[in-house]
């Protein structure tokens, strides 16, 4: 896939120290991208990619995003497209058992991070009159599938929710807010929820999506070839929702 614009643009991802975060830094990269990764960890995996600028980072914390975004905007002077990606699991476990901190933390990640991303990078957009925000939600935001899974679908539904506002009240600077719901993709995340990929059973297309499967849709909502899509949410999920 090219995608000749991407070239040279400013790229900030959030969780991009694994997953399909990391897929997404790695594809934009290679269309010629500069690229800003945001993680929490302390000790990421390399990218051996001069590319590909590293920058550690807590998304449920304001002044990290804020500076994160002030990486991209110093070092390369603007901020053409932010894909606010970290996001984390919540226990599986019945609504009325859930403990509080487990309640703040899915929140905090998931819902408070997006939020922060938004905030800080349109605020770096704006006086550009242009850019674009790719949310990275989920088919359980969109339909709570996994009975136990409440709290993490309610984050993801939040995140739906303010893509939707912030593509309403930012469409008139030129910046498009695109959600992304992923079902079932090959990560660190999924491996985790579900060991045995059970999971492949209730997917149409009867595989699990891959990391690059994702970025690859990412990087075209991100790109001129989508430059009229705004305030949608595109499923990426092998069918998985529509069975
Ligand atoms: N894998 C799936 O099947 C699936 C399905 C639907 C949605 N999602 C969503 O996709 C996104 C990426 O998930 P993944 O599967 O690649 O997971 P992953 O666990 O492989 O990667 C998530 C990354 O986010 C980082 N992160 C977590 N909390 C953070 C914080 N507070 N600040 C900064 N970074 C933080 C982690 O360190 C990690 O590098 C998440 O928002 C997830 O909810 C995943």
């Known amino acids: 896939m090219q995608l000749d614009d991407l070239k040279d643009k400013v790229v900030v991802v959030t969780g991009g120290n694994s997953g399909m975060g990391r897929a997404m830094a790695v594809g934009f990269a290679a269309q010629g991208a500069r690229v800003v990764v945001g993680d929490r960890a302390v000790e990421p995996e390399p990218f051996n990619n001069a590319a590909i600028v590293y ?42 058992e859930l403990p509080d901190e487990a309640i703040d933390a899915v929140l905090g990640v998931n819902l408070k991070g ?3 991303g938004l905030k800080y990078g349109l605020q770096a957009m704006v006086g550009q009159g242009a850019g674009v925000i790719i949310n990275i939600a989920s088919v359980q935001g969109l339909r709570p599938i996994y009975a136990g899974a409440s709290i993490y679908s309610a984050s993801k539904a939040a995140v739906v929710s303010l893509t939707r506002s912030a593509a309403h009240e930012y469409g008139q600077y030129g910046i498009r807010v695109i959600g992304v719901a992923p079902g079932p993709i090959d990560t660190p995340m999924l491996r985790a929820a579900d060991a045995t990929m059970s999971i492949v059973n209730s997917v149409p297309l009867h595989r699990i999506g891959t990391p ?31 069975a």
């Open 55 to 96: 920058h550690q980072c807590d998304v449920s914390k304001p002044q990290d995003v804020q500076e994160l975004v002030g990486v991209a905007t110093s070092r390369f002077g603007r901020l053409d497209v932010l894909v606010n990606n970290a996001g984390i699991n919540g226990p599986l476990m019945p609504l009325a």
């Open 114 to 116: 997006t939020l922060y």
């Open 212 to 242: 690059q499967e994702l970025a690859n849709a990412v990087l075209w909502l991100a790109s001129d070839a989508a430059s009229y899509v705004s305030g949608c949410v595109l499923t990426v999920d092998g069918a998985f929702l529509a």
